[in-house]
């Protein structure tokens, strides 16, 4: 796993979101972006995380930032997902794990003594350059933004 680290640059990525609409990095280009990886939709972890966000997210918005969420369900997964909670932010399907490789959050993980390789909770905060000023990689997921804010 080679995972992008504050003052990396960003290559430049298009992937589907829930609608099939094409969103790309340069859509945000002058803007500052949080994006989260999160393992599974409709998960209690990933749920409480994106639920956070949305719960904050006008705070956020008054903070300057942009959310996009990723994870590897297909479309329909994450269009019900965001439409049971009512996410205001786009959530990538990134089925082929375009954007998750780009920013290297595949890899070795363990569960209840299983080893597997997944994908890892990690939120990345983007200048409007491309550029990264903050990797979270202990996600707390009821308390997100506060550690985006901080």
Known sequence: MNMLKVGDKVPEFSSKDQDGNTINLSDYKGKRLAVF?????????????????????EL???????ILGVSEDSQKKQTNFRNKFN?????????????????GVWGPKKFM?????????????????????????KVKTKDHAAQLLS
């Open 37 to 57: 990886f999160y393992p599974r939709a409709n998960t209690p972890g990933c749920t409480a995380e994106a639920c956070n966000l949305r719960d904050n997210y």
């Open 60 to 66: 956020l918005q008054e903070q300057g930032y942009e």
């Open 87 to 103: 996410f205001q932010y786009p959530l990538l399907a990134d089925e082929d794990h375009t954007v998750i490789e780009t920013f």
């Open 113 to 137: 003594g299983r080893e597997y390789d997944g994908l890892h909770r990690t939120t990345f905060v983007i200048n409007g350059d491309g550029i990264i000023e903050k990797v979270i990689e």
